[in-house]
């Protein structure tokens, strides 16, 4: 059974940077496919995908957040952080990670988020 | 970044209709799109995969279709576990969602 759980600050400051992390357990960053992906949910709002990490250290990252994103991966201890840098207040929301595994569908790769951490909730006001 | 657009936004239907969610892709995505179910204050789950291939353990009553920049999810008799909020995402370039269809009860 796979899980994956969500941790960090429940309040940051502005300017300040984020780092979250995500323990999981039923499955190892270190098989070839797999992948772990953070996505964020503001208040009343829909989800965006922010960043993924693979197996093989493959970053990927959204477009618009790029630039405040950084992803990493600790394969020994089951964890991968999410860092964000230069928060503000429309940052507020839910953030989660999800367990990815390229499959092949019709024989083209294809990956989805399944199953997800249960999210954790980070407040940007000074 | 490709625009994923659904509608209707929300709807209102009654336990046992047919119930039909429309996802746009501002571009041809072939059939990387997945549909997610989330409920108040849960994290999203999985329902549909590559446009069409149902998640175990997700009641048949689901199904997904299109291709290109088309997809319809389809409730063929919504229950009342059914009421909740609706997601498409793409996986053709990135991993961008839709911005959500909120199925509440008439």
């Known amino acids: 059974q796979i899980t994956l759980k969500e941790s960090g600050p429940t309040l940051v400051k502005p300017t300040q940077t984020l780092t979250l992390t995500c323990t999981f357990s039923g499955f190892s960053l270190t098989t070839s496919g797999v992948g772990v992906g953070w996505i964020r949910q503001t208040p009343g709002k829909a989800l965006e995908w922010l960043a993924l990490i693979y197996w093989d250290d493959d970053e990927r990252y959204s477009p618009s957040l790029k630039s405040r994103l950084t992803i990493t991966k600790d394969t020994s201890r089951n964890q991968v952080v999410l860092t964000m840098t230069n928060m503000d207040p429309v940052d507020t929301g839910t953030f989660y990670c999800?367990?990815?595994?390229?499959?092949?569908?019709?024989?083209?790769?294809?990956?989805?988020?399944?199953?997800w951490g249960q999210g954790t909730l980070v407040t940007v006001s000074s | 970044d490709i625009q994923m657009t659904q509608s209707p936004s929300s709807l209102s239907a009654s336990v046992g209709d047919r119930v039909t969610i429309t996802c746009r892709a501002s571009?041809?995505?072939?059939?990387?799109l997945n549909w997610y179910q989330q409920k108040p204050g849960k994290a999203p789950e999985l329902l549909i995969y590559a446009a069409s291939n149902l998640q175990s353990g997700v009641p048949s009553r689901f199904s997904g279709s299109g291709s290109g920049t088309d997809f319809t999810l389809t409730i063929s008799s919504l229950q009342p576990e059914d009421f909740a909020t609706y997601y498409c995402q793409q996986c053709y370039t990135s991993y961008d969602f839709g911005g959500g269809t909120k199925v509440e009860i008439k």
């Open positions: 999800a367990h990815t595994s390229i499959t092949m569908v019709r024989g083209a790769p294809n990956n989805w988020f399944d199953p």
């Open positions: 571009q041809s995505i072939s059939k990387y």
